[in-house]
């Protein structure tokens, strides 16, 4: 019998991917279950690596159908829940926020009211369960900018030597009172509050974590930086919103999932980690930084895609800056990121650019007429 039993849910979208694979690889003796309705974003070509290793299932499930979810527990004997699926891009939420508040805070309810029932009906009771949620940072608001040219950052990480910027000099901290503004942060917002209200209300074993934005491999190319890579390659404009002032701190993926290891195994109980990579960027600043690397690349003139660049209307209620100060973490449990962000980027621009197919089939659709073929139609 598997030593643990894990449901991942979102395992099929970007950063959820990225988990399946480490906690499958590095856990053989896990038995990890991908819990995935596979939306728009879920992509279970992410996983195609790990699709048929023995510690894997995947199980197509709606988070918000509370009886599939709950026979889904109790056919694995589940122990632990470490969950992603989410409606995640702000400017979908601001188009739809019926669909966000659906999925992100009833679908967290009926996951939670489904591992409570399980979990109580067992003679152990909550003995070696865990219940893992992973959240943003977009749900503390938005800081102060108070120096648009950047000042020195006060963090130092082995990785952060290089580009060592602040904008301001207040940070997004555990104790930062949320202040959500828009309807994907608010629909967060609400499912940490769900979330912490099931530890204080009934002693579920619960975790929270908030963590700045996430870049690298198999981003939906809706997300800046697999949209303006995949732009730039086919020479299509680049709308940058507004002045292209906003500040936002920027996390390699796969920091990011080592992180949920760690704090999956170590974290303390009722407790919330901020996630960060002590990396902040103008955007603009990150669109010239692809520009670069993708026209060197791709053997263009250096400079040749700037013209790319258009300056569009601003996205409503746009938050300024995002700094996380996730030094509660490092110190507490160790962990800081492990890339620099010039080697991040330059890792992920590769990635981009050697998988045409996987962003083409994304982009033409024909991923969807594979869940068609595998599970019906959706
Ligand atoms: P994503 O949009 O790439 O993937 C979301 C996954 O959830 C998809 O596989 C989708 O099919 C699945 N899903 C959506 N609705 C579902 C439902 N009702 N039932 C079951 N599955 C469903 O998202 P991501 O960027 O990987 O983000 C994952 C989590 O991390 C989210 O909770 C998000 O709020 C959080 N987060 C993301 C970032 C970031 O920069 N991307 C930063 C901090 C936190
Ligand atoms: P995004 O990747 O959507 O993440 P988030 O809004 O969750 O931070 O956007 C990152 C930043 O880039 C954000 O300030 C909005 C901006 N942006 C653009 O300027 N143009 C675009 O086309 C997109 C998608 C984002």
């Not at 989410?86 to 939420?93: F, I, K, L, Q, T």
Request: with cysteine.
């Amino acid at each position: 019998m598997a030593k643990r039993s894990i449901i991942i849910t979102g395992g099929a979208g970007f950063i959820g991917s990225h988990v399946v694979r480490l906690f499958v690889n590095k856990y053989p003796d896990y038995h990890i279950i991908n819990l995935d309705k596979l939306t728009y974003c879920g992509n279970l070509e992410n996983l195609k690596d790990v699709e048929s290793a023995p510690n894997y299932s995947f199980e197509r499930a709606d988070i918000c159908d509370f009886e599939a979810v709950s026979a889904i527990i109790r056919k694995y004997n589940v122990d632990g829940i470490i969950h992603l699926a989410a409606e995640s891009h702000v400017d979908r939420s601001i188009r739809d926020p019926f669909a966000f508040a659906m999925t992100n805070v009833m679908g967290t309810l009926s996951l939670l009211q489904a591992a409570k029932a399980y979990w109580e009906s067992l003679p152990e009771g909550y003995d070696g369960k865990l219940f893992y949620h992973i959240s943003t940072d977009e749900v503390y608001g938005a800081l102060e900018m108070t120096d648009p040219e950047g000042i020195e950052s006060p963090f130092t990480t082995a990785a952060s030597s290089q580009h060592h910027h602040a904008y301001g000099s207040e940070f997004f901290l555990e104790t930062t009172k949320y202040n959500p503004h828009s309807p994907y942060s608010a629909s967060k917002a609400s499912s940490d509050h769900f979330v912490r209200a099931f530890h204080d209300t009934y002693g579920m074993p619960t975790i929270v974590t908030n963590c700045s934005n996430n870049y690298g491999p198999y981003q939906f190319p809706e997300k800046l930086i697999p949209l303006f890579i995949n732009n730039i390659r086919h020479r299509k404009p680049l709308p940058v919103y507004g002045r292209g002032e906003n500040v936002r701190d920027w996390l390699y993926v796969e920091d990011h999932a080592r992180a949920i290891d760690v704090i999956f195994h170590r974290g303390k109980v009722a407790d919330t980690y901020n996630i960060g990579g002590f990396n902040e960027w103008k955007n603009i600043d990150i669109v010239k930084v692809l520009i670069k690397t993708v026209d060197r690349l791709l053997g263009n003139p250096e400079g040749a895609s700037l013209d790319l660049i258009t300056y569009v209307t601003d996205r409503k209620g746009h938050d300024l800056r995002y700094a996380i100060d996730s030094r509660k973490l490092q110190r507490e449990l160790g962990w800081e990121p492990s890339l620099q962000f010039e080697e991040g980027i330059e890792r992920t621009v590769r990635w981009y650019l050697d998988n045409e197919e996987w962003v083409d089939r994304i982009t033409s659709g024909d991923y969807l007429k594979y869940y068609e073929e595998m599970y019906g139609n959706r």
